[in-house]
């Protein structure tokens, strides 16, 4: 709740203040309140501070702030700070940019806060709506503009079925608070034995399909790609992690609700999580855009994180934490390295970018490395010990489904080396440019190293 | 206690990152001060603490949790560990101070810092650790600290063989190791000492177990302690520079095996089989090393063989169950062999990079400071009455003859070796004529204090480190100090041997006329009668096998190295390039083929999306509706 505070007021101070301003030092600005406001954050889930008086406005089951949604808030601003940080050099007048993304980041909060599925609908759209824009906020370039139209076309059509969704499980279950929600078919109906009314699994079925395109599962993904690669780097960077974020931790809050009936929808989301492991994996072999790629392999991660989903319960947020930090920290870094090595342009940003960085800059192509190694899994990273926590507790239910991951995972190192080649065995012909705030790069190495290496102290930690 | 392990983590990083900006004093007196400072609290604490018999336990954190295997980082500081972290933090203060003299001239001066410090980091995880996978760490750390060190000249080729080759040989061992502490996981599910002991202790293992377990682990200890089959990688070690032999190779690291069972004594007291091969190996590797040490003509590789040697004793004492007369003659071994080897440093330093003995000779007058605690060190090592070696070495005789007069017999022998090529070494290099032509006398001089002043202190401490243990006819107020000392940390009593006093007489008496005649031997032969060890080429018969070292490195090639080349070489070209890179290909180019085709189905085409979109739907809710 303070969060939201917060970053409202300073996203309105922003958007005043920086009036025909350039934008570049309202972006270091806005990323130290940001980081301000996840040290509270922190605090605030470690119960070392109290923001109780600041939720009195919002009724409980409207929205709640427990150590958890604390947490995952925390990871929110952490990463909105990150991206902020790193793209902050931008000539472009005005700070409209900077405002949007604070108030999309609001809505990615009410997602992770939510107990009413009003508050969580109003989330997701607070979430949405700035993203049009700035999706195509690249005015001049044409890709944008597509990107633009793409996303608002295809995310109106979810977010209609997403409503009805809501419209159906209010229906079946004639109330909607999340407390409540999922106690009439599991208690009602599966413990009396009577199979769970058709409105609830169809509610089910259609708020699923909104929150699953969010995450771009397969096969409700196809705008991910074209919509990444023609928004803004900044903007895609925003998408692929705070988006993807907020959405998992609503869907699996909304799921845990359900777990009574599980045997209802485990079956065909872990059809969903195959196909998406398999589609994001395959698709991404023969991109030769840096962007694409990362596009595919953040679809590849939805399909690893739907695992979560089905394993949900109250005590094992430590494993959606520590996925989506891996999965966040690395994925910017890398995009962010390679927007930084390109020259002027936003256009084609394809893996020439890093040809010959070993030779030049070896210090930056040992990062990349380690950035590559996180996200692909491969140990003493984070992106190893998340991934590791994920499969090791999703065996036991669902084999089938670890083994695809599995699969998957062998799969992605075909295209995750494409970075690691041209970095360390194609010599250089394009003159790169130096990589700029090279400590933020350092910083989020040495975090995922560290939750590599010390795993358990992380989990001791977040508290399990 | 932190600061006692982390100190010189400290002084690694420092030395590590921004040592090659400093100049080299300060590199030298940060790192030295790290080990110095390190050595200060651990003896604070011994005198706090490990004297009244309070351990301290302090756990940092949960390294680890997966299901039912927990692994903490977690040091205790007993009076075992505490004992050893004395003796690595003391020699390793005593070297730092000695390499920053040795090592003045050297381009990598900020790196050998660095390495030594990360050493004694990682020998500390070793004895401090208190589970088996923080002593894992420490064993595979100061194995790779090692390697570093003997391949510090990395640009002479046979310097990065050497590093390599005990690199393999102690993956060897090590494998050994890690097989014995997937056993202990498997039977105690815990790699807690406290809990794998008490467990060991209670009796309600199968034997064959215990037995399997204390065999594997000392596979390891064999690897990393230098025992046949696994010790010909310790004399082609002095390939690194001199300190290094003298603190790895000779007083510390090479002691972990020791360690590790004398840790584990609540297991291999129970186990009989075990010990005994502990035992003979101990005496076979003591003997063979001892033998080749006769024929070697570089001075530091005759060091290297009477270490393998000595550690051969120490095992004799282990497998007799003589556990307290093994960590004394560590002790006193630690001593007197770090003082050999700086000493042989200074030698070489002194001669400027010469080791070979026959072209040394008469060195006496021109490094008296070396000439005098070599002096010492020899008379130490050889068992000179009195001195520190006398006695360690004396106890282990004792447990060796109440064990079986046999065994005691073989030691003698071994110990007996021990004389001849000390002195021969001794006498050959500071006694009789110059016999070097490329370097003339005059340029030979002493070495600088930094080098002198840690051969005087350890000189002092290898002629009173006896008194640590005396044996009970020097009156029941002062002997076996450090008998009583380390008594709590067994789980099971030591058995005293059992000999009547005349006899204990004779064996000492036995062991000082060996020592005589040993003397007495080499001086008629290189002082009086002034010969030379003879040239490579015209040795002959037995006196060459052993020159050869038995030929143990050759046999080793043609029966192990050789043939996994050939299966090597079999495999790569049948079984690798054609079967499994066939089947490998097609599988890694399937992924492409359906990738192309999926790009096909993403055709930027929004209203395809939607259809796409709107059937996946439409199966969803079909699913769900009938």
């Avoid at chain 1, 010990?385 to 994920?390: D, I, N, P, T, V």
């Avoid at chain 2, 603490?49 to 351990?55: D, P, Q, T």
């Avoid at chain 2, 070697?296 to 000595?310: P, W």
């Avoid at chain 2, 080429?537 to 050869?548: I, P, R, Y």
Wanted: charged share 10%; proline share 3%; aromatic share 14%.
């Amino acid at each position: 709740m303070i969060s939201i505070y917060i970053l409202f007021i300073t996203a309105v101070l922003v958007l005043f203040l920086g009036l025909n301003k350039s934008e570049t030092k309202f972006g270091y600005f806005t990323s130290l309140i940001l980081i301000l406001t996840t040290i509270l954050c922190v605090a605030g889930a470690k119960g070392w501070m109290n923001f109780d008086k600041l939720s009195t406005w919002a009724p409980q089951n409207m929205m709640f702030f427990g150590p958890s949604e604390y947490l995952f808030t925390a990871l929110i601003t952490f990463i909105v700070a990150i991206v902020l940080w790193i793209f902050a050099e931008n000539k472009e007048i005005g700070t409209d940019r900077i405002g949007l993304i604070l108030f999309a980041t609001i809505g990615a909060i009410m997602m992770i806060g939510y107990q009413h599925m009003v508050v969580l609908f109003l989330g997701l759209e607070t979430l949405s709506i700035p993203l049009f824009v700035l999706a195509g906020s690249d005015r001049e370039r044409l890709s944008s503009n597509e990107a633009a139209i793409k996303y608002f076309l295809m995310g109106a059509f979810s977010t209609a079925i997403f409503l009805l969704g809501i419209a159906f499980l209010y229906g079946g279950t004639g109330t909607m608070e999340l407390q409540a929600i999922g106690l009439k078919p599991s208690f009602m109906h599966a413990l009396e034995g009577m199979a769970t009314p058709v409105m609830i699994r169809i509610g089910l079925v259609l708020v699923s399909i909104g929150l699953l395109f969010k995450i771009s599962a397969a096969p409700f993904h196809f705008w991910s790609p074209d919509v990444y690669e023609g928004s803004p780097n900044r903007i895609m960077a925003f998408m692929s992690t705070v988006v993807k974020s907020a959405a998992f931790v609503a869907f699996s809050k909304l799921m845990l609700a359900f777990s009574g009936v599980k045997s209802d929808w485990d079956y065909w989301i872990v059809a969903i999580a195959i196909l998406t492991i398999l589609w994001g994996n395959i698709a991404a072999l023969k991109q030769n855009s840096v962007k694409r790629t990362l596009a595919y392999s953040s679809i590849a991660h939805a399909g690893y994180l739907l695992m979560y989903v089905l394993i949900a319960t109250e005590a094992s947020d430590f494993i959606l934490f520590v996925y989506l930090l891996s999965y966040a920290l690395s994925s910017i870094a890398l995009l962010a390295m390679a927007h930084q090595l390109q020259l002027d342009t936003e256009e084609n940003l394809n893996f020439d970018v890093f040809k010959g960085l070993s030779k030049k800059q070896p210090a930056m192509a040992l990062l990349l490395a380690i950035f590559v190694f996180s996200t692909a899994g491969i140990p003493v990273t984070a992106g190893f010990a998340a991934k590791f926590y994920l499969f090791s507790s999703t065996f036991a239910s669902y084999p089938l489904l670890v083994f695809v991951g599995l699969l998957g995972s062998a799969i992605s190192i075909g295209y995750y080396f494409k970075f690691i080649k041209s970095a360390y065995l194609e010599t250089g012909t394009s003159d790169n440019r130096i990589v700029e705030n090279r400590w933020v790069y350092w910083l989020l190495a040495m975090v995922l190293v560290a939750v590599g290496v010390f795993g358990a102290v992380v989990l001791q930690f977040v508290g399990v | 206690m932190s600061i006692i392990i982390l100190l010189p983590l400290l002084g690694f990083l420092v030395s590590g990152i921004v040592g090659k900006y400093l100049p080299k004093q300060v590199v030298g007196l940060i790192s030295t001060a790290a080990v110095v400072l390190s050595f200060a609290f651990a003896l604070h604490m011994f005198l706090e603490k490990s004297i009244l018999g309070e351990a301290v336990s302090q756990k940092w954190f949960t390294f680890l949790q997966v299901g039912g295997l927990q692994i903490d980082v977690a040091f205790t500081f007993d009076r075992l560990s505490g004992w050893m972290t004395l003796i690595i933090t003391g020699i390793g203060s005593l070297i730092h101070l000695y390499s920053m003299g040795y090592m003045k001239e050297d381009e990598g001066y900020y790196k050998f810092f660095a390495y030594l410090n990360l050493f004694v980091f990682n020998m500390l995880l070793l004895v401090l650790g208190s589970n088996f996978i923080m002593l894992f760490f420490g064993w595979e750390g100061v194995g790779l600290c090692s390697y570093l060190l003997i391949g510090f000249w990395y640009k002479n080729l046979n310097y990065g063989k050497a590093a390599r080759k005990a690199f393999v040989m102690n993956r060897i061992g090590d494998l050994g190791l890690l097989l014995g502490l997937f056993l202990i996981f498997k039977e105690f599910k815990s790699f807690d000492y406290t809990i794998v002991f008490d467990q060991i202790a209670a009796g309600n293992t199968p034997a064959h177990v215990l037995t399997a377990i204390a065999l594997l682990l000392f596979v390891g200890a064999m690897g990393k302690s230098a025992q046949i089959p696994l010790y010909t990688w310790l004399p082609d070690a002095m390939a690194g520079p001199t300190p290094v032999s003298a603190l790895i190779h000779a007083a510390t690291m090479v002691t972990a095996g020791v360690y590790l069972v004398v840790r584990s004594q609540a297991l291999y007291f129970q186990t009989a089989l075990a010990s005994d091969v502990i035992m003979w190996v101990g005496l076979a590797t003591s003997l063979m090393a001892a033998l080749i040490g006769l024929k070697q003509n570089d001075i530091k590789k005759v060091l290297a063989y009477s270490t393998v040697s000595q550690l051969g004793l120490m095992f004799v004492a282990l497998g007799c169950g003589a556990y307290t007369a093994a960590m004394f003659h560590l002790t006193t071994h630690a001593f007197f062999k770090a003082l050999l080897f700086l000493g042989s440093g200074s030698v070489i330093h002194g001669m400027h990079h010469e080791q070979d003995i026959r072209k040394m000779g008469g060195l006496k007058s021109k490094m008296p400071i070396t000439y005098f605690t070599f002096l010492i060190g020899t008379l130490a090592i050889t068992g000179f009455p009195f001195l520190s070696g006398f006695f360690s070495k004396d106890e282990i005789l004792l447990h060796a003859f109440s064990h079986s007069p046999l065994v005691w017999g073989l030691s003698l022998i071994s110990a007996s070796i021990t004389g001849f090529y000390m002195f021969r070494m001794f006498f050959v290099t500071f006694h009789g004529k110059y016999r070097n032509t490329h370097y003339p006398l005059e340029k030979v001089h002493e070495s600088p204090i930094t080098m002198t002043l840690p051969l005087l202190i350890l000189a002092v401490l290898s002629v009173l480190g006896g008194l640590l243990n005396l044996p009970h006819y020097f009156g029941h107020n002062v002997a076996g100090a450090f008998s009583s000392y380390l008594a709590p940390m067994y789980k099971f009593a030591e058995h005293s041997p059992e000999v009547s006093a005349s006899t204990e007489w004779l064996l000492l008496a036995a062991a000082v006329s060996v020592f005589i005649i040993a003397f007495v031997a080499m001086r008629m032969k290189y002082i009086s009668k002034n010969s030379v060890p003879e040239e490579d080429d015209s040795m002959s018969g037995l006196g060459k096998v052993l020159a050869n070292k038995f030929y143990v490195d050759e046999i080793y090639d043609a029966g192990v190295v050789a043939p996994i080349e050939i299966a090597g070489t079999v495999t790569d070209g049948l079984v690798d390039d054609i079967a499994i890179k066939g089947i490998t290909d097609s599988i890694g180019k399937s992924p492409n083929w359906i990738s192309s085709l999926l790009s096909r189905v993403q055709n930027g085409n929004i209203e395809y999306y939607l259809i796409y979109m709107v059937i996946a739907v439409s199966i969803l809710l079909a699913i769900n509706l009938f």
